[in-house]
């Protein structure tokens, strides 16, 4: 066992312990450095670049936009992961200033309208709904995205009481919920009554928080009685 190992270990005197210790710490800082360097160089490397427009370093292609008519669930992914097979990094990176035309421009907006919401929603339910921290950080750096199927997983989860509240907005059925595309919600969520929308999901989420943390009481009262 691993207590028995120890036990039974000899250690060193201090100095050697010291050079040891000063030895491994040394070696696994430039282990450490390396493997950072190694995975900051595919992080780089991953995304591609693109020359026009007067720059050498356009995120996208001259012809490229986003795509719109698509389901919530994909823009989701498209936002957060972005289109690696592509070279295009997860949308929530890209500014309006990297945008080719005004119709891109405008397509992006809608993916801004709909997941910058979302994350300040996801951050306004984060203390009664477990929320993957990297999506509670600032896009400004790269590797804040999610690095996994299953934080986007958890993601969609979480976002599902807004996108309930913004479908019940433009009265859409209940079934037809998981088809509602980006272009769709990106216009019932944006200004002013986006803002409303996403005030009516925190509360839905809050109320329900508290009616699940009643049911444990609930049920005692009637054990006892």
């Keep these: 066992s691993t207590s ?14 010291t050079s040891s210790s ?12 390396s493997s950072t360097s ?30 719109l008519q698509t389901r919530w669930t994909r823009g989701a992914e498209l936002w ?16 309006a200033s990297d945008m080719p035309s005004k119709s891109a421009e405008n397509r992006l907006g ?18 009664t709904r477990r929320v993957p921290q990297v999506l509670l950080r600032s896009a400004k ?3 804040d995205s999610c690095n996994s199927l299953q934080e986007l997983r958890d993601a969609i989860a979480v976002l599902q009481p807004l996108i309930w509240q913004a479908a019940c907005k433009g ?21 002013k009554a986006g803002t409303s929308v996403c005030l009516a999901a925190v509360e839905a989420v809050e109320e329900d928080a508290k009616e699940r ?4 009481s609930a049920k005692r009262r009637k054990t006892k009685s």
């Design 213 to 216: 943390k009643a049911e444990p």
């Design 171 to 191: 009265k859409t059925n209940q079934s037809s919920v998981s088809h509602l595309k980006v272009a769709t919600l990106g216009k019932r969520l944006r200004g």
């Design 22 to 33: 000063s030895s491994t710490s040394s070696s696994s800082s430039t282990s450490s450095s």
């Design 110 to 127: 809608d993916y801004r309208s709909v997941f910058v919401r979302g994350e300040k929603f996801l951050h306004s339910v984060s203390k």
């Design 80 to 95: 957060y992961l972005g289109i690696p097979s592509a070279g295009i990094r997860p949308f929530r990176e890209l500014r």
């Design 141 to 143: 750096r790269p590797r």
């Design 38 to 67: 190694s995975s900051s160089q595919e992080d780089a490397s991953q995304w591609r670049t693109w020359a026009w427009g007067g720059s050498c370093d356009r995120p996208v292609p001259e012809d490229w936009q986003p795509p």
């Design 4 to 17: 028995s190992a120890i036990s039974s270990t000899s250690f060193p005197s201090s100095s050697s312990s």
